[in-house]
């Protein structure tokens, strides 16, 4: 749950944290270009190199209350590409990702000066954040506002050798898809299996996608929650040390070090800021948690009472968070807000029977409606009102008579 856009310089920060990380994550997580991951995309593993000028940085991002989240991003081994370290805090940096540039939480930008977002067809640009008060203010999510502005609805509008994807002409065969050994050497092949350029040139052979001869325990990196020796070539060897938890950038993550409310439920979270499956305590009432100071929803009982079912209901008490309590009043005839229903009275109708030859007399059911006796069109019938017995007014039609004609509601002699 987040605060209302524009609220403080800390919820500035937050959107256009989540603005930026939210484009990385609806155009496909990473951007290739070339061998490179371009300005504010994911590198998805230790082999993914940044573009010129671009910098890894965690891909963390600032919450409300200053603190920053990680998430599940560094466990997947996800790093942003951002242009840290230049002296200048941009909208898609901030103090967890770069502190360097960011440290003082300051973004500096003139007043009313704008940045546009181009979207995935390289024509149609978005505005996407403006400087007020000498802070950028980023309110919407461009890539949800570039949704339509691709350059394909299906694969005819493609050349030939393309096809639609999310809205852009892609090629059927993109090159450099995956790699593979072929004659003692390290290829390159396409996403149709299509033989490339070389990728690396094996002194030792290749074998089962790598060179022979690779570096052994090259670098520490996290692999199923544990730390595991990796040899030059990125292939897991030998485990460095068990966990017994959560990893993080070749480190292992200390359990339950703190709390917070998570998907309705209290969780534990690891020193890495990691959100664990372990809860701290189940909020078993079914009302989530507070994020503001991780708790539980509690509920005050005996708030407010109300009638339930309508005309054959009772009144019930309710708790402050809307679950019904136990029965307040019972009513015999339903109930009607926070009132019982009377019940139907029929002044001619002592007996249980109407009697048509009485002046005509008014029932007045639950509801509080009233319904008078009256003659049918042709004088010689009544119609007679009574209460029936689900407490709401009928009527029956009753001839009067050979000697009798109906009157005001009443059957008298002709």
Not at 378 to 401: M, P
């Amino acid at each position: 749950m987040h605060r209302a856009v524009g609220a403080s310089m800390e919820d500035r920060f937050l959107i256009a944290a989540l603005v930026v990380l939210s484009v990385v994550f609806v155009s496909g997580c990473t951007a290739i270009d070339g061998d490179c991951v371009s300005q504010g995309n994911v590198a998805t593993s230790l082999s993914q190199k940044c573009c010129e000028g671009l910098t890894k940085v965690p891909n963390c991002f600032l919450k409300g209350d200053g603190n920053c989240d990680c998430g599940p991003n560094n466990e997947r081994g996800e790093m942003l590409c951002l242009r840290c370290g230049d002296g200048t805090c941009q909208p898609d940096e901030s103090k967890c990702s770069c502190p360097a540039d960011c440290k003082d939480n300051v973004f500096v930008c003139s007043e009313g000066e704008r940045q546009n977002y181009t979207c995935p067809n390289n024509i149609t640009e978005i505005e996407w954040c403006i400087c007020k008060s000498n802070e950028w203010f980023c309110p919407i999510n461009p890539a949800e506002a570039c949704i339509g502005h691709g350059n394909c609805i299906n694969d005819s509008d493609c050349n030939t050798g393309e096809i639609c994807i999310e809205d852009i002409c892609e090629d059927i065969c993109k090159e450099n898809h995956t790699s593979d050994c072929f004659s003692g050497n390290l290829f390159w092949f396409d996403s149709c299996g299509k033989l490339g350029e070389m990728k690396e040139k094996c002194g030792s052979g290749c074998i089962n996608g790598v060179c022979i001869g690779c570096k052994a325990e090259d670098h520490l990196n996290c692999s199923d929650n544990d730390v595991y020796w990796f040899d030059s070539c990125g292939v897991r060897e030998r485990i460095y040390e068990d966990c017994m938890g959560s990893c993080n950038l070749g480190e292992c993550c200390t359990p339950n070090v703190t709390f917070r409310c998570y998907q309705g439920d209290i969780h534990w979270v690891d020193d890495c800021n990691y959100t664990q499956d372990d809860l701290k305590e189940n909020c078993t009432a079914g009302h989530g948690c507070y994020v503001e100071n991780d708790t539980c929803v509690t509920c005050d009982d005996h708030i407010y009472f109300t009638c339930v079912n309508g005309d054959t209901g009772d009144i019930y008490w309710f708790n402050s968070c809307g679950d019904r309590q136990e029965i307040h009043t019972d009513c015999d005839h339903g109930c009607l807000g926070t009132e019982c229903l009377p019940d139907c009275t029929d002044p001619d109708n002592a007996l249980g029977e109407p009697d048509m030859y009485l002046t005509a007399t008014t029932v007045t059911d639950r509801h509080g409606n009233n319904w008078t006796d009256t003659c049918e069109e042709d004088s010689t019938h009544v119609k007679e009102y009574i209460c029936s017995a689900t407490h709401d007014a009928d009527y029956k039609v009753e001839y009067c008579g050979a000697f009798y004609n109906c009157t005001a509601g009443e059957c008298m002699p002709s």
